[in-house]
């Protein structure tokens, strides 16, 4: 499936699956909901404008879980807000954006990245296992588990 196929706009309250597909880009201005799973794609770059949206009616519009394990995403959109879970473990991310917050658990274990920004801030556990990060970053605030396991 090419992007020419994807609306701009396209709103998925019921979530997107993109799991092991050939898509490379997704649209403009994309809403999807919480727990989308683009893990195994082609994806190579997230839209600036991507909202993530929890579909659940106990907690509206706050956000979901993102697992983008195993793609060739290099970076994140600059104010790129997760109110869930953030699953980059295994991908081609090399860079995160300054002053990103994670509400749930960041998973970049085995990964290529070597700093984390200034002024991280995750609510949940932050997996850092087999991968290359020399020096944890100035307040680094972490709600759960810091997991080092394995690190190189």
Known sequence: MSTT???????????LNLSGSSVEHLPENLQMADASNV?????????EDLELKDSTPEKPLTGGSLRL??????????????????????????RLPEKLTVGGDLD?????????????????????????IKKLPNNLKVGGVLDLSRMK
């Open 5 to 15: 196929n994807f609306p701009e706009g396209l709103v998925v309250p019921g979530g």
């Open 69 to 94: 394990r195993g793609t060739a995403i290099k970076e994140l959109p600059e104010n790129f807000v997760v109110h869930g879970d953030l699953d980059l473990s295994g991908s081609a991310i090399e």
């Open 108 to 132: 970049l274990s085995q990964t290529a990245i070597q700093k984390l920004p200034e002024d991280l801030i995750v609510h949940g556990d932050l997996c850092l296992g087999r991968n290359s």
């Open 39 to 47: 893990q195994d794609a082609d994806v190579k770059v997230l839209p």
